[in-house]
């Protein structure tokens, strides 16, 4: 189970809606393990995907070479993002939980792509934004067999989860 409050799940709706019709992404940072964690900070990042990012990834599946490369389709964090949120967790005896991005226009599902970019010890929240709206949120996390798994959200009121 990972632990959120509505005014982070409202945040990650709202990078969502101001990043569309592009994927926007973030860290998630909190405390916990063993399949209960709680985030205690949403720290947004900046889509750095771009064609050149493509080239660094083996390209797989039937897609067309135009939706590999755009942020529509995809996102990465850039390595000094993820530093300094990871710098920031351990000051604070957190850790990076995971990773939250949306899927415009997409159901809150991992992709293969996701699947298989995915690291276990993660959670994957996903926000589903349609037509520039953010509607569904579902979390997720690979299991033994490299297979999504997904979590439960326990959504709080408060600031903090």
Known sequence: MLGISGV????????????????????????????????????????????????????????????????????????????????????RHWRILGIYHSHPNHEAVPSECDRQWAWPEYYYLIVSVAEGVARESRCWQLDEQGQFQEVPLSVESGENA
């Open 8 to 91: 982070q799940l409202g945040e990650i709706g709202g990078h969502g809606e101001k990043t569309y019709p592009w994927e926007c992404c973030g860290l998630l940072l909190g405390t916990g393990d063993g399949g209960q964690a709680r985030v205690l900070q949403v720290w947004p990042a900046a889509n750095a995907w771009d064609a050149s990012t493509a080239e660094m990834f083996e390209r797989g599946g039937d897609e067309p070479i135009r939706d590999w490369q755009t942020q529509e389709r995809r996102y990465t964090i850039a390595p000094e993002v993820m530093l300094a949120a990871q710098k920031t967790a351990r000051d």
